[in-house]
């Protein structure tokens, strides 16, 4: 059964770095795009980050600057290094994976993250406090 497990997550002051780190088993198809989502209480799911086998990386303009994700060609890991956290960037924050196979896995809704998109796969989520 494909898994994606999250690590990384955890209460740090304004100003440090967090390294999130997503990695998935068992999955049989190719990779599109492995991406980060983050939600809020109030908010609506956001698209923070997403990476591609090629390199091509997408950042919310929130995080730009400042978050860089990264892919390990390897398997199908992803990381997230984010640095000069601000309270604004205390979320939820859930890995997905896109996948290509003819015919692919089917695609959902986390419904942990409401308004997000479709995806194959979702982590359970970490949660990333930053307090003054």
């Known amino acids: 059964k494909v898994r994606l497990v999250e690590s990384g997550g955890g209460s740090v002051q304004v100003g440090s770095s967090l390294t999130l780190a997503c990695t998935g088993t068992d999955i049989s198809f190719d990779l599109i795009e492995m991406a980060w989502f983050r939600q809020a209480p109030g908010n609506e799911c956001e698209l923070v980050s997403s990476?591609?086998?090629?390199?091509?990386?997408h950042y919310a303009d929130s995080v730009k600057g400042r978050f860089t994700a990264s892919l390990d060609s390897a398997g199908y890991t992803q990381y997230l290094r984010m640095d000069m956290l601000k309270a604004e960037d205390t979320a939820v924050y859930f890995c997905a994976v896109d996948v290509r196979g003819f015919p692919g896995p089917p695609s959902f809704k986390n419904p942990s993250c409401s308004g997000g998109p479709w995806r194959n796969y979702w982590g359970q989520g970490t949660q990333v406090t930053v307090s003054s």
């Open positions: 990476v591609r086998p090629d390199g091509m990386t």
